[in-house]
């Protein structure tokens, strides 16, 4: 389980920086920026804290409903004409730069970054990277689950207009369903169209 061992040994303001959507073929990429203070953090909402991608959608949100009252938080994202035109890596890192800008707009400057993976972004600050940082750093996996709560959002208001492709399900990902409805209705413009499933449906009409 993660804990905060690297951010208290570091010292300082130290932000976990994840993101949610480098994999789906629709919708922006999404980063959070986040500091805990590991003060005010209950411990039974410690225990609950976890790589985003090990949690039900319902313990995702409980524990997004919960963190502003010991967490500092921001979020930055990369659109899908972003993603297009400077590629998927390069996107994600500029939504971690606007994650961070943005939890600098509330007043919260770290003056280290823990970032999960194994390459690194151009923040203004110092970073780490930490292979599987979700599962070992609690203020990653908070921010991991800001990210993918913020990110399954944003797709699931998209899904009234698009309904054939089940995004408030499948937030964007190939499922079969997805694919089904890209050959019966087409492309639209939140498909990643440099994106080898997509480019290879362009022939197909667009909605």
């Known amino acids: 389980m993660p804990d905060l061992v690297l951010e208290r040994a570091a010292g300082g ?3 976990g920086i994840d ?3 480098r994999g789906p073929w629709a919708g922006p990429v999404v980063a959070a920026a986040l500091v805990l203070d590991g003060t005010t953090l209950p411990d039974d909402l410690a225990v609950l804290i976890d790589d985003s991608k090990k949690l039900s959608p319902a313990a995702r949100q409980a524990v997004f ?3 502003g009252s010991c967490a ?15 590629n998927i890596l390069a996107a994600t890192f500029l939504a971690m ?6 939890l600098a707009r ?7 970054a823990l970032v999960d993976g194994n390459r690194a972004p151009p923040l203004p600050c110092p970073c780490r990277m930490i292979v599987g940082g979700d599962g ?6 908070a921010a991991s689950i800001v990210a993918k709560v913020t990110r399954d959002r944003i797709m699931a208001r998209l899904d009234p ?11 964007g990902y190939g499922t079969a369903v997805h694919r089904n409805a890209l050959y019966q209705v087409g492309v639209t413009r939140h498909h990643r169209i440099s994106f080898k499933p997509i480019d290879n449906i362009l022939s197909q009409h667009t909605i």
Request: charged share 25%; no cysteine; net charge positive.
């Open 13 to 15: 303001i130290v932000a």
């Open 19 to 21: 993101e949610a959507g």
């Open 65 to 67: 409903d919960r963190l």
């Open 72 to 86: 500092t938080f921001g979020i930055g994202a990369a659109s899908v004409t972003e993603i297009d035109r400077i």
């Open 97 to 102: 730069t606007r994650a961070l800008a943005a």
């Open 106 to 112: 509330r007043g919260m400057r770290p003056d280290l």
């Open 136 to 141: 070992k750093s609690l203020s990653i996996a």
């Open 161 to 171: 207009r698009y309904p054939a492709f089940g995004w408030a399900r499948n937030a």
